[in-house]
């Protein structure tokens, strides 16, 4: 995983650089906010939403306000409450706002790419911030059309070309409402996933979700107040009651006349992505009518049905896996304890030269309890293992504390091929099930045995059906994505063969059609990915 070295007040702008020793977990992509209150302080109550939403992203935090005639950004390199508290926020007035926090896919973690971002509306010659979550697949390429129009950008986000390629249409609508509609009917075909996001106008907040519905996006009210969040946890946390999630393909707008919905494009087949049951969402928040909570738990469940084993006590990785663990548990009949403390401080660990303390990684980070370990026979549940560097050092923990056997089981079917949606998890080249056998993945981490959940389990615990995407597993995209997709491919614009299109038949996409069609997870032979430079 990449795990950034700690900024300084001096050199905002030093790209991060990547640590696999001490965390291997797939990372969330961002979290997005946005609430239209004019009675309220609404730079508060979004700083409370954002923070909410902290699991999301740690590297960045922004808040955005309108006063109803212009946009006040404010945004800073860390944690939320780093960057912000009550009375700094406070000084953020207006009638709606934004706000977001980051964990960097595309585009590295950099001062200038914190978000919310500002950018000149060349239409109304207001000012539009915008905060996106998810990657979109073919920013490279569209940066390069927009380029070649003469457009040039002061960030290496997917969000700023998202935005940009975004104002160039509705000129010739008549009148606010139908040039948004125009604009977002014109990305959402020539930019198809992945992206939920949250946009300000001096007199407007809007939010929209890709055709696929990739990342999520949900809507809830309170009083006469608005507010839209990637997690109904973030609606708890002002009292907010769910209204629904934003559909697929759906730009809704928030003003003085009310919220207002307009589909901009028809749903294609929905893709919301899986991690968000299995990891990435609260475990309070509500997914699809369920409470994380409830799936992970049945996801345990399942991973006992198809993997028991004989042992005497089950215990999660926490804080993530503590779900799965109990749900392991519940089925199985084996006591579930606490065996494994975490650190909740300790935040980042940071690349350090002494490769002694590199190497106390997972120690400053877990402490085994040998009063629950000693002696017996132990389930070790834990999510997922992506690279293969964390669980080694798990296993050795216990061990050390005196654990008689360990029987490792992962909620999750392996994970063997990258995404490219919004979450940074590795390369193929990386990802340890890609090139192993699961005996061999046993081997290596040094547990006694090794279960993963099928995907007909995760299916079945899900009860979501087609609904979801599940391309980390079977390399199965929704659309066509390039499998080489690096960090920082902004940073060295992809080429492609011949000259490029931008919105040749007036619907914002070259194809002729409306909607560029669904290919396999191979990458396109047209296109060429000139190197980028790695962290």
Same mark, same amino acid.
């Given at each position: ?29 961002? &979290? ?10 609404? @730079? ?13 992203? #740690? ?55 914190? #978000? ?13 911030? $915008?905060?996106? +979550?998810?990657? /979109? ?36 609508? @008549? ?5 948004? #509609? ?11 996933? @992945? ?18 519905? %990739? ?30 999630? /934003? ?10 006349? &009310? ?34 909570? #409830? ?45 494994? /403390?975490?650190?909740?401080? /300790?935040?980042?660990?940071?690349? =350090? ?26 389930? %070790? ?29 992962? @909620? ?38 090794? !279960?993963?959940?099928?995907? &007909? !389990? ?6 979501? &059906? ?7 597993? +079977? ?5 066509? %994505?390039?499998?080489?997709?690096? $960090? ?20 914002? +996409? ?9 290919? =396999? ?15």
């Amino acid at each position: 995983m990449h795990e950034p070295i700690a900024d300084s007040d001096a050199n905002h702008d030093r790209p991060t650089r990547p640590i696999s020793e001490v965390d291997d977990r797939p990372r969330e992509a961002c &979290g997005v906010f946005g609430i239209w209150a004019p009675e309220v302080d609404v @730079a508060v109550e979004t700083f409370y939403g954002i923070h909410t939403l902290q699991h999301r992203g #740690q590297e960045s935090a922004g808040i955005c306000t309108t006063d109803g005639r212009q946009l006040n950004v404010k945004t800073g390199m860390g944690l939320v409450a780093q960057v912000f508290d009550e009375e700094t926020a406070a000084e953020l007035e207006g009638i709606a706002a934004i706000g977001h926090t980051r964990y960097s896919t595309t585009g590295s973690s950099r001062f200038r790419n914190a #978000q919310p971002i500002l950018l000149d509306d060349p239409v109304t010659g207001n000012q539009v911030a $915008i905060a996106h +979550n998810g990657n /979109v697949v073919n920013a490279a390429q569209v940066r390069v059309e927009l380029t070649e129009t003469g457009a040039t950008f002061e960030t290496s986000t997917d969000t700023e070309v998202l935005a940009k390629y975004l104002l160039l249409f509705g000129k010739d609508e @008549a009148d606010t409402d139908t040039m948004w #509609q125009a604009r977002f009917s014109a990305v959402m075909r020539h930019i198809e996933v @992945a992206y939920s996001l949250v946009l300000l106008t001096p007199d407007r907040l809007m939010a929209a979700r890709d055709p696929y519905g %990739v990342r999520p996006l949900c809507i809830g009210q309170v009083g006469g107040r608005y507010v839209v969040a990637s997690e109904t946890c973030a609606l708890d946390q002002l009292g907010a009651t769910l209204l629904r999630e /934003v559909r697929p393909g759906e730009l809704v707008t928030i003003d003085e006349r &009310g919220m207002r919905s307009y589909q901009a494009i028809e749903p294609a087949q929905p893709a919301g992505c899986v991690f968000e049951h299995i990891y990435f969402a609260r475990p309070d928040s509500i997914l699809d009518g369920q409470a994380a909570w #409830q799936s992970r738990s049945q996801l345990g469940v399942e991973l006992a049905r198809e993997h028991p084993a004989d042992a005497d006590v089950v215990i999660g990785v926490p804080d993530s896996a503590t779900a799965h663990a109990i749900g392991y548990s519940f089925e199985s009949g084996i006591p579930y304890s606490e065996g494994l /403390v975490k650190n909740r401080y /300790v935040g980042r660990t940071f690349i =350090s030269p002494d490769q002694r303390l590199r190497d106390l990684g997972a120690h400053l980070k877990y402490n085994p309890m040998p009063s629950v370990l000693g002696g017996r026979r132990v389930v %070790v549940v834990d999510d997922t293992i992506v690279r293969g560097t964390t669980t080694p050092r798990i296993v050795k923990l216990l061990r050390e504390a005196g654990a008689a056997e360990i029987h490792m089981r992962i @909620a999750a079917p392996p994970i063997q091929h990258p995404c490219h949606f919004g979450v940074d998890m590795a390369t193929r080249g990386e990802l340890i099930a890609a090139r192993n056998s699961v005996e061999a993945i046993r081997e290596h981490i040094g547990a006694d045995s090794l !279960g993963y959940l099928s995907i &007909g !389990g995760l299916q079945r615990a899900l009860s979501l &059906g087609k609904t979801t995407c599940l391309a980390c597993f +079977n390399g199965d995209y929704p659309v066509s %994505v390039q499998t080489d997709f690096e $960090i920082d491919t902004l940073s060295v614009p992809l080429v492609t063969a011949g000259s490029s299109t931008l919105a040749t038949n007036g619907n914002g +996409n070259g194809n002729g059609n409306g909607r560029a069609p669904k290919r =396999s997870g191979r990458p396109d032979e047209t296109m060429v990915a000139l190197a980028p430079e790695r962290r």
